[in-house]
């Protein structure tokens, strides 16, 4: 057989190849077995020997010698070339981003609306009035993302010294932002935040596809297919520039001459110098008073922080996200660590003890509703507003039967937010950094699981012990968000699924009228068989102040000494808060004939921004803060009837509270509490004051004794001071800290 044969002869085929000195060997002996195992079978050894002298592989290996040959010769892109790039990359971003933010508007007569005005009301409309700016109105706010985006381009090129492959990066990160922030705002007008980065780092993001609309689909599938051919020719481009790197880079060899060396050197130089920009930019963006702060000032950057959606429409999604990306909370406190805070949590613990040795109830036995009603003030607290008719009757009657006085408020006109999560949380808003404008925007986002006080309820009776209500939108101050992080079941708001229920109007008022909102909670408080904490955030007189009502006697009923048009503004106020106070008065007496105990929190917010004259005023700075504020029991409560001494409850800042409620209801405290009364009782209120007639910026904080007098911090009592650090460490702790506290039983009450 051929197998076995010991010297077979080549075939005359095989004689005239070059292979014709070739052996064939034998069968293998065991003694070569070895041998053999590590050589090729002939067959294959034949075949690619044939390939490698074939036609198409000479030819092949022609090519890529020539193309190795052409690509040493390629010429080296410019720098012109890629400045040219830049520019047009970068722009094209910027318009994508803004892009994002608009969407085509709709008419519910399109005949009745001209050409012109859909044009500029159109998505392109609206994109070339956000350019335009810069020559129209001197808003160069284009221009400020232009150079943001510039600044994360440069990151990108100096760190990867690549230019076209830093171009299809950027493209890449730019364009899933646009895609990404343009599908929030449909689903939940609100644009992408440095928080939702948390939902990727969580391990969810595999489950971002499932929110994507289908109505979106077509723009993302799109998105992808241009990012792919973009990609491809950049990488096509980065092949066939001759300037491999941006800057001269050598890892292997870095000294081997003095231009090596130079070119190492300012690759690094340029690396880290772009870098640092960017991350100093971001870092200091929502600080007040810093140069990045101050250069996108200058350029038109306007904070709108009640609301990142108008924030991110006006001011461009990358600012409003970098603006969030970072706010200092607070300095660290010296004397903050473990055993600082062991100590501190023994001690009111200790207090709260004894306290609740004194107090016979809980809190949860009753329903608690805390009321920011907005706006709400007397008018006639303001200087030089005169009323021949007292706008607030009831309420006024009120105060004189039940536990009530003045909160000093942090802003005027604005920030009701603020004021909001003082009194949910206990924080002070004095105590944060002054930069620190907004917690519901800058705070609450990055924290995991923030502390208020419905938790007391939730403790109790589960995820419903707790509900809030919000006759508007439920993206402002990224309420909705925030609500859930704090515990609440739902928040009922305009767009919510199901939207709160009782929606009336009073005349050609745009709110939700207070009456309505009453309902509501109403509605919650008979359908429950267990005790909630219910919060509400009120509408009906927010501004604008403009002629809504039918019938206002406060038209005649002025007799200030002001312009016509402030004027007009003070008396439509007053009509409104006219309608609280008797939309109010009824609210309760239908709690009244309620067979359960429920305590109301009922607090104005801010003064309205109306007040020209007054607040031209520095001597009027106080006045200008404080609002109207009461705690109420109906008749079901054992507290009942009850009105703290005017010289506990007379003068407070919205963070005192619960504390108080606590008090007015004869209840039992947590040790976090506890400290809450006993700062109450030395500094009965402490609140950052904004010094113009403005809800946002700088402000000086204030003390007030139990008369309202304003106390410098050095006039203090040595208690006071101690307190006030105590305080400090607590909030520290549970804003930026360790949270030392969260695990120490410290907001439990036993």
């Known amino acids: 057989m051929d197998d076995i044969q010991n010297d077979q002869e080549p075939s005359a085929q095989e004689s005239d190849t070059d292979m014709e000195k070739t052996e064939v060997p034998a069968v293998p002996s065991k003694q070569n077995d070895d041998q053999q195992s590590n050589k090729l079978p002939l067959p294959f050894a034949l075949n690619f020997s044939i390939l490698m002298v074939s036609q198409p592989m000479v030819m092949l290996a022609k090519a890529i010698s020539f193309l190795r040959t052409l690509l040493k010769k390629r010429p ?156 491809i020719i950049c990488l096509a481009l980065q092949l066939i520039d001759g300037r491999r790197c941006v800057i001269p880079f050598h890892w292997w060899r870095p000294f081997r001459n003095t231009k090596t060396i130079i070119g190492n050197c300012t690759r690094i130089i340029a690396a880290v110098l772009s870098v640092t920009l960017l991350w100093s930019f971001t870092w200091n963006l929502g600080v007040n008073g810093s140069w990045s702060y101050k250069w996108a000032k200058s350029l038109g950057d306007d904070p709108l922080l009640w609301s990142t959606v108008v924030d991110a429409t006006y001011n461009g999604p990358t600012m409003d996200f970098l603006r969030l990306a970072h706010a200092k909370t607070m300095d660290k406190p010296k004397d903050y660590n473990k055993e600082t805070m062991e100590v501190l949590a023994k001690r009111y613990k200790e207090s709260a003890q004894a306290t609740n040795e004194t107090r016979a109830n809980n809190l949860t036995d009753s329903t608690v509703v805390m009321i920011l009603s907005e706006s709400f003030s007397d008018p006639t607290r303001a200087p030089g507003v005169e009323l021949t008719e007292d706008p607030m009757p009831n309420i006024h009657a009120l105060e004189g039967t039940t536990t009530s006085g003045l909160m000093l408020s942090p802003g005027i006109g604005g920030g009701t937010a603020n004021i909001e999560h003082q009194a949910l949380t206990g924080l002070s808003l004095a105590l944060f950094d002054n930069s620190m404008q907004s917690p519901y925007q800058e705070l609450v986002p990055h924290q995991k699981t923030p502390y208020t006080f419905n938790q007391i309820w939730n403790d109790a009776y589960g995820k419903n012990g707790s509900v809030a209500f919000h006759p508007y939108f439920k993206n402002m101050y990224l309420r909705d968000s925030n609500y859930k ?5 739902k928040l009922y708001s305009l767009d919510s699924k199901p939207p709160i229920t009782h929606q009336d109007h009073i005349d050609s008022s745009p709110y939700v009228s207070d009456a309505a909102s009453y309902q509501n909670v109403l509605d919650s408080i008979n359908s429950n068989d267990h005790t909630q904490f219910i919060q509400l955030v009120t509408m009906q007189n927010h501004a ?33 808060i006219s309608l609280t106070d008797q939309e109010t008065a009824d609210f309760l007496n239908q709690l009244n004939a309620v067979d359960k105990p429920v305590t109301v929190i009922f607090y104005g917010d801010h003064l309205p921004g109306i007040y020209s004259t007054a607040t031209k005023d520095k001597n009027n700075t106080l006045v200008m803060h404080e609002t109207d504020y009461f705690i109420w029991s109906n ?46 009782a030395q500094i009965p209120a402490i609140s950052r004051l904004i010094s113009s007639n403005d809800s946002w910026g700088d402000g000086s904080t204030a003390y007030l004794d139990a008369e309202g007098n304003r106390i410098k911090r050095k006039d203090l009592s040595k208690e006071a001071n101690q307190l006030l650090n105590d305080y400090r460490l607590v909030q520290y702790d549970m804003s930026k800290g360790k949270g030392y506290l969260n695990d120490d039983g410290f907001f439990a009450v036993k």
Do not use: C
Request: hydrophobic letters at 45%.
């Open 544 to 576: 604008p102040y403009n002629d809504f009502y039918a019938d206002n006697q406060f038209k005649e009923a002025d007799v200030s000494q002001f312009s016509d048009e402030e004027k007009q503004s003070i008396d439509n106020y007053a009509k409104g």
């Open 635 to 680: 008749q079901a409560s054992a507290s009942a009837g009850v009105k703290l001494d005017p010289q506990t409850a007379g003068y407070v800042s919205s963070n005192s509270f619960m504390a108080l409620a606590a008090k007015h209801m004869n209840a039992k405290v947590s040790p976090y509490l506890e400290m809450l009364t006993q700062v109450q």
């Open 485 to 489: 992080k704090f515990g609440f079941s």
């Open 76 to 231: 080296a892109a410019p720098y012109t070339l890629y400045v040219v790039v830049m520019i047009m990359v970068d722009a094209a971003a910027v318009l994508f981003i803004q892009w994002s933010m608009y969407e085509e508007p709709t008419y519910a007569d399109p005949d009745a609306v001209d050409d012109t005005t859909k044009m500029f009301n159109s998505v392109a409309g609206q994109l070339t009035k956000f350019v335009a700016q810069m020559w129209m109105e001197h808003n160069y706010v284009w221009l400020l993302n232009f150079l943001v985006l510039g600044m994360v381009y440069l990151v990108l090129i100096f760190v990867l010294n690549r230019f076209w492959v830093a171009t299809a990066v950027f493209a890449i990160i730019t364009s899933t932002y646009a895609v990404a922030n343009s599908i929030k705002v449909d689903l939940r007008n609100e644009p992408i935040i440095p928080s939702d980065l948390g939902f990727l780092s969580s391990g969810n993001g595999g489950e971002i596809t499932s929110f994507i609309p289908k109505d979106s689909q077509p723009l993302v599938d799109g998105t992808i297919t241009m990012l792919i051919w973009l990609t």
